[in-house]
């Protein structure tokens, strides 16, 4: 065979610094792209483009206005995404050393990258989202100064009938709805799972959601000013009819209200209280987002919609491939059940198909539920398993509950179950991020494993790999909450078996069981085997494959293109032969809504046409290539490599490991009980320099600033410090994987919501709570632990023990989630304290021998009666004095409370009477038409009575107090002994010691809380 021969089998490869330097380049193109396509955005308000610019665009184009806006603000956006696929498509044949341009690229961005916002709405901000956000808020309002600006100049003169202000608010209600329709334009880009965009500024799928998010908030804010100022326009001239107007050739009225409705239920249903509680609902909402883009369009009209169109086509491209991928089925080549019931399934996956570390993969399985699908870590490699995708399910609710009772159900082999998946959605950096750093720790809880389980599994593949580089020495923190949970470890080897043994690759495993002392020796769930299914895959099942085949960026980009360019087609000939030969260019005679709803069919038909014809070219090839890929039908193993562990004992446990392929996995791992990992301690102990921290559905808890600031390089630290241990999120390659309720287990019901913590801080007991959430990770056990602790008494009143207070406590937090699942109205959070104490002090009385006379209690009201305490305090050495007020339900309730400081008062009977005639108005304030007055003052009561004439000094306020009781309607008046009486006596006593006048309305002050508690016991 000769040289000719020979090359023709040969591929030009670029040099290094050759491809680098090309990527460099079409990285600067987009960027000098997109900051002229801002610029523009920026001129377009001002005299220079509407006068100099816009026509001469015009006459370029041929196309009007709608070609202007085509070409300015609609071109550079899908240059930039096609610019985006070539640079991803180069990044991905790209070669060098990843550890030498993570170094380089840290350096450069530390400081950006740093958090300088953590709390708040806006969530965890770095320095340069900050600077962009800030920025951009000052486009936004530049945008709108500029518009109105120019607007106002123009009302050289009004309407007959109008006033100049009204003219004046027209304009400006108008062009709020420009500065929107500039928000809009950002909105889709961050939700398109697979646009080249996201990769190309660093940001995945997860992480592009926030700012969905800002900008979503942003324009319904916007969106919401501008139509309550059309509506008060309307209502001010006398035209409020224009609200029902659906005008021919101009704005719709109509389209733009019920635009505007469907964004306020999107808006409504994503606050995270009700996202957070009623997933589904707003899941399901959000689809409304379909007839909010219809209806805007048509309340636009075509040439303005166009500065929206970037985003929405190109979701629109995106939505219709994660359709069409998600309509098939997939491979399923067998799956693992492990005891304490997770479930691996394996897919078979194309070769073409390369995914990176902590990649997540959307699952339906349609014989479970055919609407519902989930998010999972993947936790294969694609470089140690190059035809197997593998994702771990973990059994904590209803729907993986059903497919562990499916899988489980399966024959061992020879059995079938139908799935599909979207995805797998990947983070831009890959691996580079792990083999920056000299040491890497990961620290996991229960099913949080499962993202670093595809890291450790792709550092093994580099480690047996690499010839000369350095590895990371690795570190697996993973907390289990019992032993059985120690099979989670099984998953760090393939189903397939694998490539394991490196001696290059330092790997460290410390696990924690929680809730154990000491290993179980009667319970052998950690000795039984996995149970392995393997299935018998359907001629029509195919490999999860790229949903646009190999080279899937190029073939993006080229998707993007045709479907626009057959778009600009469609409309250029419905512009040509249909609506020219009406309208003549003149805007005015051919309807808007036909204009509008033509164009948008024309882009539906586009983007469905062209992504259809490129996915079933992919799909047939893919076909071929899956005649490839055999289904193996294996015996199941006998016993899986953690499983064959034994036990020695002691608080770290040595297990040996009589599966050879993972012999180093289980001298690497050593077992801990009966405590949580000392991660202080553990961080202390690593002595690297550059050291990296992956966190997973971690507890609650906050770091220690001062101790990872002085470990750690800056931008490693800034990342540690900013992970929310308490929250759930994605930022940069930290990992979570939260339960969707947000309450992992009982301890975080009990001890750690907003609710509970309420509860703990009004009864001055946090200090104990807090420290005994750092036992463990099971609610019963830290009550046990509660329990052990000395006795002690509440630094408050009334004198109980804090024990059977917090053990209270958590039954009526249990009690209140109970009733909130049966959709039972429940308390206020403030009363649940009362509540609380009063159960308590119910229990010490009534095991005390001491009783107490009732005569001497204060009693509830009759029923559909408000209970009013009124008391007053004179001092004849001051000549000052007070009044107060308290007013309860028929159950005891605290409905208010004042009291009045008095600075001059002339004797005992006139304060008194002050308290009876200030309450009584105070009580009528309420709306109540049935009141019991109580006072400790029998001349008081026998005045307002009627038992005794008025001829004191205090005549006249005893009037005041007959002509309130006649407006509230029926006032019983009623005497009670002092000690009936105490906590108005304490409020006036309080409104003397303040020399001032309070009132409190719903929640009472902490001062009267003790002897409220104390009212309303029944023993």
Known sequence: MDDRTLGKGRKCVPSPSAAAVGRSAVLLLAGVVFVGWLMMWAMLPTRTYSSTWAPKLAALTGFGKQGIRITVYVFPVLFVFVVACVYLHLQQQKGGDPNTQRRTSTRIAAAWRRP????????????????????????????????????????????????????????????????????????????????????????????GIKYHVWLGNMAMAIFTAHGLCY???????????????????????????????????????????????????????????????????????????????????????????????????????????????????????????????????????????????????????????????????????GWTQKLYETVSSLPPSGGHLGVSVEGPYSPADGVTPFLAHDSLVMISGGIGITPFISVIRELVYQSAMAETASMPRLLLVCVFRTSAELDMLDLLVPASGGLY????????????????????????????????????????????????????????????????????????????????????????????????????????????????????????????????????????????????????????????????????????????????????????????????????????????????????????????????????????????????????????????CSNARHLWTKMGITNIIDQAIQVDRSGPAILEFILSLPDLQLEMPPIINFKQVIAVGGWYLWWIRRKVTHNESIPPPWRWALSVLSISSNHQRGTSLVRISPEAKWCKPDPRFIKLNVDAAYYSDEGVGATAAILRDDKGNFLGAQCKFIPVAVDAITIEALAMRDGLIFANSFGSNRV??????????????????????????????????????????????????????????????????????????????????DDVNII
């Open 231 to 397: 509506v008060f326009f309307w209502a001010s001239t006398d035209q409020i009819h224009l609200m029902t107007k659906w005008a021919r050739t101009r704005a719709s009225n109509v389209a733009g209200e019920l635009a505007l409705l469907c964004g306020l239920a999107m808006w409504a249903t994503a606050l995270p209280r009700i996202r957070r509680r009623m997933f589904e609902l707003f899941f399901y909402a959000h689809h409304l987002y379909i007839p909010f883009i219809v209806f805007s369009a048509l309340h636009m009209g075509v040439t303005v919609f166009c500065y929206v169109l970037p985003g929405v086509f190109l979701f629109a491209v995106d939505r219709c491939l994660r359709f069409l991928q998600s309509r098939a089925r997939v491979r399923l080549v067998s799956s693992r059940l492990l005891p304490s019931g997770a479930v691996e399934l394996n897919f078979a996956k194309s070769r073409c198909l390369r995914h990176n570390p902590t990649s997540t993969l959307f699952v339906n399985v349609p014989c479970v539920s055919r609407l519902q699908w989930h998010p999972f870590s993947v936790t294969s490699s694609s470089s140690l398993e190059p035809d197997t995708l593998s994702i771990v399910i973990k059994n904590r609710g």
């Open 501 to 752: 043994g490196s001696p290059s690759l330092d790997l460290r495993i410390e696990a924690y069981v929680t809730s154990e002392s000491e290993p179980r020796t009667g319970n052998d769930a950690h000795k039984r085997p996995c149970q392995q299914v393997w299935f018998k895959p359907w001629p029509s099942d195919a490999p999860v494959s790229p949903a646009l085949g190999s080279n899937g960026w190029l073939w993006l980009g080229a998707v993007v293109s045709s479907s626009f360019a057959a778009f600009l087609l469609l409309v250029a000939a419905l512009q040509r032969f249909y609506i020219y030969p009406v309208d003549r260019d003149s805007n005015h005679v051919y309807p808007w809504a036909a204009r509008t709803m033509l164009n948008l069919l024309f882009l539906g038909v586009s983007v469905a046409g062209v992504t259809g014809a490129a996915f079933l070219w992919s799909k047939r090839r893919s076909a071929r290539e899956a005649k490839k890929i055999k289904s193996v039908d294996g015996p199941t193993p006998a016993m899986s490599p953690v499983s064959l562990l034994h036990w020695a004992g002691g608080g770290g446990v040595e297990r040996e490991l009589e599966s050879l392929p993972a012999q180093p996995l289980a001298q690497a791992t050593n077992v801990h009980f009966g405590h949580r990992p000392d991660l202080k301690k553990m961080l202390l102990g690593i002595h690297d320099e550059n050291v990296g921290v992956m966190a997973s559905d971690m507890a609650n808890g906050t770091w220690d600033e001062v101790l990872i600031t002085s470990l750690f390089n800056p931008v490693d630290a800034h990342r540690i410090i900013q992970i929310p241990l308490h929250l759930h999120g994605f930022d940069d390659f930290v990992a979570w994987h939260p339960n969707r309720t947000g309450a992992e287990d009982i301890r975080h019901l009990m001890f750690l």
């Open 932 to 1013: 019991e007055a109580e006072s400790d003052s029998l001349q008081v009561i026998n005045y307002c009575d009627g038992q005794t004439i008025w001829w004191d000094s205090a005549a006249a306020i005893f009037t005041e107090c007959l002509d309130t009781s006649t407006s509230i309607g029926k006032v019983v008046y009623k005497h009670c002994y002092r000690s009936c009486n105490q906590v108005a006596h304490m409020l006036a006593h309080f409104s003397y010691c303040n020399k001032t006048s309070f009132s409190w309305l719903d929640e009472p002050p902490d001062f009267i809380v003790s002897k409220l508690v």
């Open 116 to 207: 300088v916002l953590v709390r708040g709405p806006l969530g965890i901000v770095t320095g340069i989202e900050l600077a962009v956000l800030l920025m951009f808020m000052a486009l936004l309002v530049w945008f709108y100064y500029a518009y109105v600006t120019v607007e106002f100049s123009k009302l050289l003169r009004v309407k007959p009938g109008q006033k100049l202000w009204q003219a004046e608010l027209e304009k400006a209600a108008k062009r709020l709805g420009s500065v929107g329709s500039l928000c809009c334009a950002l909105l889709f880009l961050p939700v398109a799972r697979g646009s080249s965009l996201l990769p190309l500024v660093g940001l995945t799928s997860e992480s």
